[in-house]
């Protein structure tokens, strides 16, 4: 099952922690909030596996996100 570990507010967002997780091995998907799909100012779910979650929240807090 997917998680929700954070609401970014933009697509640079989004795609910069999905890039520092990736790098440190853990699976990510990106759920975009919003139904225009083409705006860059939607919010976005960052999303990982349920087995991962502490695994991220310690990610993201380090990197300062």
Do not use: C, F
């Not at 609401?7 to 853990?26: H, V």
């Not at 779910?45 to 380090?62: C, G, K, M």
Request: net charge negative; hydrophobic share 40%.
């Amino acid at each position: 099952m997917w998680t929700v570990v954070y609401m970014a507010q933009s697509k640079d967002i989004a795609t910069a922690l999905e890039q520092i997780l990736t790098k440190e091995g853990i699976l990510v998907k990106l759920r975009p909030i919003s139904k225009s799909h083409d705006s860059n100012d939607n919010y976005y779910e960052v999303l990982v596996p349920e087995a991962e979650v502490e695994e991220a929240h310690s990610v993201i807090i380090e990197k300062g996100y």
